[in-house]
């Protein structure tokens, strides 16, 4: 049966909070509105508002409610509206969900499930619309996975619900309708998946970039070129062994990553490549990432600004040519 | 004729008197050892005292159940002692040693104990107070009777973690009680230099929180306010936040050159030394003498003596385990 991305994330986090009592989902206008991208629409009806919880505008507030909730046994998924909004409770993300289990010589665990959107692509500006996963995926402490796909948007929720440490799933806002088959992946949380074989040259990307390097990779086969999708799914940990064994393959590699290109994903990856596969490189890694310019509203320089599929083909050109 | 069993803290009994005197002996002693420690180079990093508050911690603990939930800040020695946690796993952690309260791992400012239900000293200032209406929600949510206390302070209450917090524990009427340890200053800044209305119990009724505001010097006081505050909470009738006017005694911390507040401010303050105070009311009604106090302060100190052969004893943690507990293994 074909269902939606946005489907998918709401029958995964159905299922959790009809198997398990510990389970509650919080959040600005999850209940009564359905959720800010109608992820929610039917929860609070089903399982009521005690556990399908509206809260009010105060992020660090209720990301803190949502620590000290799952340090207390609950199995909260906190849901943030935007990625930008996250900002305001970072504080508690970093100095706490992150550090309580390490500062408190392993005592504590914070089995806390955070969802929030990411990413550009509908001109909401500068406010709405960045890939800021790379903060997340700097610090130790936490998980960050980023669905791409909708068996993933769904088997992601509960893989999250099921680890004992605290799990950031960044959902690009650009999947919810997203259509696919609902199938159990089978693939643990933190490995990296392999979208599409190839021989010639590996594309790593992850979230909303996936179709559009798919798209490229469809493009490039036109011109002979065979190119290996490598769908991170993880963005902490990061599984380098999967890009690597491709890039065995290939000696080519690309990263596609909505983040801004300075301390980006992509230039992490880049840099464990050289440093672990520099032998097997042909050709430096390169990296299609968003401008250095706040998101623009403007439909043209928004397009400009961000990974498209032209400028994959257009960087993997470069390397084959 | 029928006598009337008066409540326990006005007509104080004699037991439950000491107890709370050597509980404040023990946090003075113990964190006049610490600063000595500290000067040796034993103990690093930031040392925030507590002296001059005891009372505070010590009443406040004394009203709250073994079941309750305990969140603390950075200045946590207090807290810590007066709730349970054995006094050496305490200097150990000081030290950074394994057989530290938290494996060394997190030093004076964090202290933890699960088993205590003490959930840890929080640094940033406010950032404990969202952890304590998540783990009162989620005893709210499975009905279960506990009351989760957080400590902070004067700095907290200008932080919008204090003004969420406050909002989003009324708004579900959760079992926080708020104690609010006002010591006039957040580090240097003066709360008049800081807050625009000093007045919190007029603040706390914007969030629809009952609030009181009593003499943090003085130790039967708290605990009484405090228990009101309990009763208040665990009848169903949401969050309750409790003021105590207190003052360090010591700079903010050991780097602390104490420029801001004058030496007659600070000797003036020291005239309400809780620990005196209790000393000499516990006289008056005959419930102390010489002897007890002496004896008491020996118990305190072969404790005390014992935390530090603790902390000088324990192992340090092997570099090997760095990276152990960053997740769950």
Redesign the interface.
């Known amino acids: 049966m074909t269902i939606t991305y946005r489907e998918a994330v709401r029958a995964g986090m159905r299922e959790a909070l009809a198997g398990d009592e510990r389970v509650f989902l919080m959040g600005e206008d999850v209940g009564r509105y359905g959720g800010a991208f109608a992820v929610s629409m039917g929860l609070l009806e089903e399982f009521g508002p005690e556990r399908v919880r509206d809260a009010p505008l105060s992020e660090s507030a209720f990301v803190g409610a949502g620590i000290g909730a799952a340090l207390a046994g609950m199995r909260p998924i906190v849901e943030v509206m935007t990625i930008n909004f996250s900002m305001l409770a970072l504080d508690q993300v970093v100095n706490n969900a992150a550090a309580l289990r390490y500062m408190s010589g392993g005592q504590l665990s914070v089995p806390l499930v955070v969802r929030m959107t990411t990413g550009a692509g509908r001109q909401l500006a500068a406010q709405h619309a960045h890939s800021l996963e790379v903060w997340y995926a700097h610090v130790p402490g936490i998980k960050a996975v980023a669905p791409a796909t909708v068996p993933d948007a769904r088997g992601m929720v509960l893989a999250a619900l099921d680890d004992p440490d605290p799990v950031f799933i960044f959902e690009n806002a650009i999947l919810y309708p997203l259509e696919g088959e609902l199938e159990p992946d089978g693939l643990p949380l933190d490995r990296a998946a392999v979208r599409r074989a190839g021989s010639d040259v590996t594309l790593a990307t992850y979230g909303g970039s996936l179709g559009k390097t798919l798209d490229a990779a469809e493009t490039l086969a036109g011109e002979g070129v065979d190119a290996e999708v490598i769908d991170l799914r993880s963005l902490r940990p990061l599984d380098i062994e999967t890009v690597l064994e491709s890039v065995a393959k290939t000696h080519r590699v690309v990263t596609v990553d909505e983040g801004w290109r300075t301390a980006s994903l992509a230039a992490e990856i880049g840099l464990q490549i050289v440093e672990r596969g520099f032998d097997l490189l042909d050709w430096p890694p390169q990296r299609v990432c968003s401008a250095e310019v706040p998101m623009p509203y403007a439909k043209q320089l928004e397009d400009a600004a961000l990974p498209s599929a032209e400028r994959i083909v257009s960087a993997v050109r470069s390397m084959v040519a | 004729m029928t006598t009337k069993r008066a409540p326990r803290v006005q007509g104080l009994e004699c037991e439950h008197a000491r107890l709370l005197l050597h509980q404040m002996l023990r946090i003075r002693r113990f964190e006049e050892k610490a600063a000595e420690l500290y000067s040796l180079g034993k103990i690093r990093g930031f040392l925030h005292l507590y002296i001059g508050e005891e009372a505070v911690g010590v009443g406040a603990m004394q009203a709250l159940s073994e079941d309750d939930?305990i969140v603390a800040t950075y200045r946590d020695h207090g807290h810590a002692l007066a709730r349970g946690l054995p006094m050496g796993a305490l200097m150990a952690e000081m030290y950074g040693k394994a057989n530290?309260?938290?494996?060394?791992?997190?030093g004076s400012m964090?202290f933890?104990?699960?088993s205590q239900r003490f959930?840890?000293g929080?640094a940033?200032v406010g950032?404990g107070?969202?952890?304590?209406?998540?783990?009162?929600?989620?005893?709210a949510?499975r009905g279960e009777p506990f009351v989760?206390a957080c400590f902070f302070g004067d700095g907290a209450v200008v932080e919008?973690?204090f003004h969420?917090?406050m909002?989003?524990a009324a708004?579900w009427r959760l079992p926080v009680l708020f104690l609010y340890e006002n010591n006039l200053y957040a580090m240097g800044t003066a709360i008049e230099r800081s807050q625009a209305q000093l007045d919190m119990e007029l603040r706390a009724r914007g969030y629809g929180v009952p609030a009181q505001a009593v003499d943090g010097m003085d130790v039967v006081a708290v605990e009484e306010a405090t228990r009101r505050g309990l009763e208040a909470v665990r009848n169903g009738e949401g969050p309750h936040l409790v003021e105590f006017k207190t003052y360090r005694f010591r700079a903010h911390s050991m780097a602390d050159p104490d420029l801001y507040r004058t030496k007659d401010e600070v000797e003036q303050w020291k005239e309400q030394d809780p620990i005196a105070l209790f000393d000499a009311r516990l006289r008056k009604e005959g419930l102390l003498d010489d002897g007890a106090l002496e004896a008491m302060e020996r118990e305190v100190a072969d404790e005390l003596d014992a935390a530090v052969a603790f902390a000088e004893e324990g192992p340090w943690e092997p570099v090997e385990d760095l990276e152990?507990?960053?997740?769950?293994q």
């Open positions: 939930r530290g309260c938290s494996r060394g791992r997190g964090h933890f104990d699960v959930y840890g929080y940033i950032g107070l969202p952890i304590a209406v998540g783990l009162a929600l989620a005893d949510m989760t919008g973690e969420e917090s909002n989003l708004l152990r507990d960053v997740l769950t």
